[in-house]
């Protein structure tokens, strides 16, 4: 049972960068995803859930507008578009997955963690 995220990397401000999350070891199609993030020297803070279906999602305010999470079940893929990023966006991203709804995702009830990707927005 994995969770693997990639996409990270170094991009200006401005830029986008699209994230990915593929689980495998089991279908997730009937559990919440979302995405975590942990800069330097802060906690770990919520960025964004989907539910199974992909009709119910929940971002954090500072990136509504900006971030668009989706999902494909048939692949076991989320993803995490960003675009407009700014510095401080940098941090270690996160995906996880979890058996409750998008809104016990967001307080950290999660049943499985990915390993981080780290995203890095130059000024």
């Known amino acids: 049972v994995q969770l693997q995220a990639s996409g990270g990397g170094l991009v200006q401000a401005g830029g986008s960068l699209r994230l990915s999350c593929a689980a495998s070891?089991?279908?997730?199609?009937?559990?919440?995803m979302g995405w975590f993030r942990q800069a330097p020297g802060k906690e770990r803070e919520f960025v964004a859930a989907i539910n199974w279906s992909g009709g119910t999602r929940d971002y954090t305010e500072s990136v509504k507008g900006r971030f668009t999470i989706s999902r494909d079940n048939a692949k076991n893929t989320v993803y995490l578009q960003m675009n407009s990023l700014k510095p401080e966006d940098t941090a270690v991203y996160y995906c996880?997955?979890?058996?409750?709804?998008?809104?016990?995702?967001?307080?950290?009830?999660?049943?499985?963690w990915g390993q981080g990707t780290q995203v890095t927005v130059s000024s």
């Open positions: 996880a997955a979890s058996a409750g709804s998008t809104w016990l995702l967001r307080r950290g009830n999660s049943n499985y």
């Open positions: 070891g089991r279908t997730y199609n009937n559990y919440a």
